[in-house]
């Protein structure tokens, strides 16, 4: 089902989850975690994401964030912090020609410590609002679209809102049980990003024929 209502047309586009995909995880030793960045200088771009984020515009679809970002309900950095780590992101892009055509971030989390944040909202994945907020923005349709991401919130989100689904993750035994048990089987499971573009593109020859 294309809950965006725009089947009749062809605005497509691949929704990117962030941390993980665009750019690595950070390891915090101190805490024990792996987390999204939460200085600039701790921003990196994963392996092929410029590349993917052409490649994406290549084929026809708009590239577009759909992330959650509970870091400032839990107090790890503040707006401002957060401004300047989209900039390094952006900055990083352009170095190689690449560009995105949105961003979607929920800062909410049930158990923020900042009450502003602290919040069961409807855009934090796995719900799907924040892509149903895109699709509106920019009359795409979502059944031709595709969510890429690494977790199971990814995958539920997408398919909420009627994309296919890719997870860019190690096809280990541990993850594939998890992801049965939480019904948030994808579509496609690849291992690396360039892995998910190769996919989209089949896909669509696919379609053509």
């Not at 993917?52 to 515009?57: E, G, L, S, V």
């Not at 579509?187 to 892995?195: A, F, I, N, S």
């Not at 573009?197 to 696919?206: F, V």
Request: hydrophobic share 35%; aromatic share 10%.
């Amino acid at each position: 089902m294309n809950r965006g209502g725009f089947e009749h047309l062809n605005i497509r586009a691949v929704f990117l989850d962030r941390d993980g995909i665009i750019n690595d995880l950070v390891y915090f030793r101190e805490q024990g975690i792996v987390d999204s960045p939460f200085t600039p200088d701790q921003f990196k771009l994963t392996a092929f994401a410029s590349e993917a984020i052409n490649r994406c515009h290549t084929l026809g679809f708009k590239a577009i964030v759909i992330s959650n970002q509970p870091g400032l309900a839990k107090g790890h950095f503040d707006e401002k912090t957060f401004e300047s780590i989209r900039l390094r992101m952006h900055q990083a892009l352009r170095k190689h020609d690449a560009y995105l055509d949105g961003e979607y971030y929920c800062f909410h989390h049930p158990n923020g410590v900042r009450e502003e944040y602290r919040k069961v909202c409807d855009c934090r994945k796995p719900k799907p609002g924040l892509i149903l907020r895109a699709a509106k923005d920019q009359a795409i349709s979502l059944g031709d679209s595709f969510f890429v991401g690494d977790g199971i919130a990814d995958v539920k989100a997408g398919r909420e809102a009627g994309c296919k689904t890719i997870i860019v993750a190690s096809a280990n035994g541990f993850l594939l049980r998890l992801l049965t048990e939480q019904d948030a089987e994808p579509d496609y499971m690849v291992r690396t990003l360039e892995e998910a573009t190769n996919t989209i593109e089949k896909s669509m020859s696919r379609q053509s024929k």
